[in-house]
């Protein structure tokens, strides 16, 4: 788990590498997920977001 946090005007664009070499799991309930998740405004006002990633 990592967080990355930024302020300031404008961005536009993001980058990150996403390694996913062998994923295990002990039972079919459960899922392995690596994922980049880039939020802008605040929660309950005006909130935008986009997600990216394997599952």
């Known amino acids: 788990h990592a967080v990355g946090y930024m302020s300031g005007e404008q961005y536009y664009g993001a980058k990150s590498s996403l390694n996913v070499w062998a994923p295990f799991v002990n039972n079919r309930n459960e899922f392995s997920l690596s994922q980049m998740w880039v939020i ?16």
């Open 40 to 55: 802008s405004g605040s929660f309950g006002e005006d909130l935008n977001t986009i997600e990216a990633g394997w599952q």
